[in-house]
């Protein structure tokens, strides 16, 4: 059987590569395949939305549920989304096996991007912070009965992640300078992970490597 190991690799490359070919999401036409409705930009500039039944009931793009996660808007924003996917992909892939991952990723990555759109109500954002709160909040339920540090994650940065998810509500984050945050998609991201866990400690998935 071939096995598939360090997905976290491709997720990272994919995301610099969009990054770079659409000037950090500024080139319309190249992020446009990939938000999470479709949409039209006219003449004058204005961008009209597709809704979420034309997107994917009449038009069947599915994959928009998830690209999203490759979609960054500076160098900042994906440099440090890149960093915490090798981190801990890496680690959930060493000791869960890739297909975890894998499937942690997709579910996380629909439910975050789902969340961040419904409550938003627009689909001009993007990123892998979701996917990232994500594996944090996986980590974190799998740590919580480990008579040991299963992932040798510092118990610090969770915390550091909570407060900077709740800065990010509070707006905080916005006012030094970070830029528009999808707290939406964080939120749902950490939820989702939560809850990856915990079915996952109750039906162990197929370990791939």
Known sequence: MIKINNLHIPIILISVCIALISNFGSLIFVIKPLTY???????????????????????????????????????????????????????????????VFFCLVIFSAIFSNSLQFFWSNTSLFGGLSGVIYALIGFCMVNEMDSPYGRYDIPPGLYLFMIIWLVLGFLGIVEMFGFGAVANFAHLGGLISGIIFAVVYKFFPLYRSN
Request: net charge negative; aromatic share 26%.
């Open 37 to 99: 409705t479709d949409f039209n930009v006219s003449n004058l500039g204005y961008v009209s939305m597709f809704s979420f039944e034309q997107t994917f009931y009449e038009n069947s793009q599915w994959w928009r549920l998830i690209t999203p996660m490759f979609i960054h808007f500076s160098f900042a924003h994906l440099a440090f989304n890149c960093l915490w996917i090798y981190i801990l992909g890496e680690k959930i892939e060493k000791f869960d096996g890739s297909f």
